[in-house]
T-cell receptor, first 111, second 120 residues
Framework: DAKTTQPPSMDCAEGRAANLPCNHS???????VYWYRQIHSQGPQYIIH???NNETNEMASLIITEDRKSSTLILPHATLRDTAVYYC????????????FGTGTRLQVFP | DADVTQTPRNRITKTGKRIMLECSQT?????MYWYRQDPGLGLQLIYY???????NKGEISDGYSVSRQAQAKFSLSLESAIPNQTALYFC???????????????????FGPGTRLTVL
């Protein structure tokens, strides 16, 4: 599975959009980009995933560059409850569905 | 997620003791996983199971064993606990789903609340 690189921490004002970047320059054609988040020692929570098209759901949007070497998770209107560690994971869709977590980005949303 | 439960939630034990952590799920998923998380780090996969008869080692299986007693239950054992096994342990489940095309499939893992284990 491709390695990902994320900034260790970011801040965002409440109500503003939070844009969390992820580099995955060694991604292969059949590898998906997944995002999970972990709120203070709770179990991680799935947010969104994508292959090459931009994706949106009720939680966030995922923008994947055309060359697929990087992506951005967008929380359109960050709230204090979005303060968490966000993990970008690149995973091959095959029978072994292991998630390889890095150290993630710690997002702090402030009032 | 209340559909995935872990017991105990907290445990303090001594070096050399045998410890069992239990995970139960009501989601009807075939796949279950055990992860550990050390402070400030991401999760590392210990073991995973795709069904009752299928058990696989993850990245850091040494010092651990598992038992898949039923589809809904997956237990993690530390045969002889040591202090560097002090960590937060998470159980997770998933159910591979496929969409309309070969590449549309994905799975989402659902995590339990975690067990905080301290080995003195």
């Amino acid at each position: 599975d491709a390695k990902t690189t994320q900034p260790p921490s970011m801040d965002c004002a409440e109500g503003r959009a939070a844009n969390l970047p992820c580099n995955h320059s060694t991604i292969s054609g059949n590898e998906y980009v997944y995002w999970y988040r972990q709120i203070h020692s709770q179990g991680p929570q799935y947010i969104i995933h994508g292959l090459k098209n931009n994706e949106t759901n009720e939680m966030a949007s995922l923008i994947i560059t055309e060359d697929r070497k990087s992506s951005t998770l967008i929380l359109p209107h960050a709230t204090l409850r979005d303060t968490a560690v966000y993990y970008c994971i690149v995973r091959v869709r095959r029978n072994t569905d292991k998630l390889i977590f890095g150290t993630g980005t710690r997002l702090q949303v402030f009032p | 997620d209340a559909d995935v439960t872990q017991t105990p939630r907290n445990r303090i034990t001594k070096t050399g003791k045998r410890i069992m952590l239990e995970c139960s799920q009501t989601k009807g998923h075939d796949r279950m996983y055990w992860y550990r998380q050390d402070p400030g780090l991401g999760l590392q996969l210990i073991y995973y199971s795709f069904d009752v008869k299928d058990i696989n080692k993850g990245e850091i299986s040494d010092g651990y064993s598992v038992s898949r007693q039923a589809q809904a239950k997956f237990s993690l054992s530390l045969e002889s606990a040591i202090p560097n096994q002090t960590a937060l342990y998470f159980c997770a489940t998933s159910d591979l789903r496929t969409g309309g095309t070969l590449l549309a499939g994905y799975n989402e893992q659902f995590f339990g609340p975690g067990t905080r284990l301290t080995v003195l």
